[in-house]
């Protein structure tokens, strides 16, 4: 089993940042990778950044140049920096892990940003 718990998100006028964190627990040697999804109302949820086990990163085009998903294996953690933020990013932001062996997803329980324009 693996924990996810996220924090961070808040309200914030656009063009400001915010840094998400993921803390993982558990079972965290079976993650292959982590990342962040985001859910804005009526919308499907759609994946904003992945960073593998290896270090690889992806992002969802339209937040490439403005966020950043790193990692600190000391702490567990998972971080989302969120720059220039646009009225648009405005969602609930899920932390989520993949395990390969049996292949399973985790998910936290999300945290709302919300960009007020």
């Known amino acids: 089993q693996v924990q996810l718990v996220e924090s961070g998100g808040a309200l914030v006028q656009a063009g400001g940042s915010l840094r998400l964190s993921c803390v993982a627990s558990g079972s965290i040697w079976s993650i292959s990778a982590m990342g962040w999804y985001r859910q804005a109302p009526g919308k499907q949820r759609e994946l904003v950044a992945r960073i593998t086990r290896a270090g690889g990163t992806n992002y969802a085009d339209s937040v490439k140049g403005r966020f950043t998903i790193s990692r600190d294996n000391a702490k567990n953690t998972v971080y989302l920096q969120m720059n220039s933020l646009k009225p648009e990013d405005t969602a609930v932001y899920s932390c989520?892990?993949?395990?390969?062996?049996?292949?399973?997803?985790?998910w936290g329980q999300g945290t709302q940003v919300t960009v007020s324009s």
């Open positions: 989520n892990a993949i395990k390969v062996t049996p292949p399973f997803d985790y």
